[in-house]
């Protein structure tokens, strides 16, 4: 079983859309959890961090289920610039790593 | 706002020979990373650093791989006979805490392409 999972899309949405990508993990002792945004041949850039009791910054929402091992990410109001793959990414302390899963792209139409 | 850059941006080497790759991480940053990504697939994670020695590294990190900090300000991945597999997109990070208490910060990587 892959160490962070992600369905790996294309998911196309229209404009204005509300999409969401789910996350799941194995490893039940990792401890931080974070979204990454990729554009095409750059580098990952921090989107949010994702706390147990879920948090929003702007149209993102994130949210932390841990009995489950799952992280979801919320865009709301998809605009044509939010088209680019989104990178969940576990951290625990026993690894000392971060593991990436291979990311969920995102195609918004106009 | 603070970056962490990295040069060059393509490197294109023979099989076979060495190749420097070079990093300036975040000024006040403490805590150092290297990762690559090989086409169409996953980031994955090579090596981190801290304090001048490395803290944690993956089974990609063999022995064809090193990592420095010659000087205060740059972080350096060496990689001593590339092999065609090396090819890939190597990322340098950095972050002010350990990864997991606080994000990485990612360069906008170097390209490697093995001949």
């Known amino acids: 079983r892959k160490e962070v999972e992600q369905d790996p899309g294309p998911f196309n949405v229209p404009e204005g859309a509300t999409v969401a990508f789910n996350c799941t993990y194995s490893n039940s002792a990792s401890q931080s959890f974070f979204w990454y945004r990729q554009d095409c041949r750059k580098e990952p850039k921090l989107l949010m961090s994702v706390y147990s009791s879920g948090n929003e910054d702007g149209r993102f929402t994130a949210q932390l289920n841990r009995a489950s091992q799952y992280i979801s990410l919320l865009i709301r109001d998809s605009k044509l610039s939010d088209s680019a793959t989104y990178l969940c990414?576990?951290?625990?302390?026993?690894?000392?790593?971060?593991?990436f899963g291979q990311g969920t792209t995102l195609q918004v139409k106009p | 706002e603070p970056e962490v850059t990295q040069t060059p941006s393509h490197q294109v080497t023979q099989m076979g020979q060495e190749v420097i790759l070079r990093c300036v991480p975040i000024s006040n940053h403490l805590y150092f990373y290297w990762y690559r990504q090989i086409l169409g697939q996953k980031v994955e994670f090579l090596v981190s650093f801290y304090n001048n020695e490395i803290s944690e590294k993956s089974e990609i990190f063999d022995d064809q791989f090193s990592v420095e900090r010659p000087d205060g300000s740059n972080f350096t991945l060496k990689i001593r006979s590339t092999k065609l597999e090396d090819s890939a997109m190597y990322f340098c990070?950095?972050?002010?805490?350990?990864?997991?208490?606080?994000?990485?910060?990612f360069g906008d990587g170097t390209r490697l392409s093995i001949l």
């Open positions: 990414v576990a951290f625990s302390s026993n690894t000392g790593k971060l593991i």
């Open positions: 990070a950095s972050s002010e805490l350990r990864a997991g208490s606080q994000p990485q910060h």
